[in-house]
């Protein structure tokens, strides 16, 4: 998953089914490269950060 892969922070991780969740809200600098990358816009960050499914 190209979002997972290019995280700088090393936020995102796959779960079980293959979709992105957060693994470390802390480690999110909010630079919005998984938003850039993501072609369904599944991804959202706010100021809360939100993952929703595809
Ligand atoms: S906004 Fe956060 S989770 Fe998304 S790519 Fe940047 S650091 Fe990673």
Redesign the pocket.
Known sequence: ML?VE???????AADSEGYPV?RDAV?????????AVCVPSA?R?TSE?VCEGM
């Open positions: 979002c290019l995280c700088p922070a090393d936020a995102l957060l480690r999110c600098m909010a630079c919005v490269g998984c938003m991804i960050v950060w």
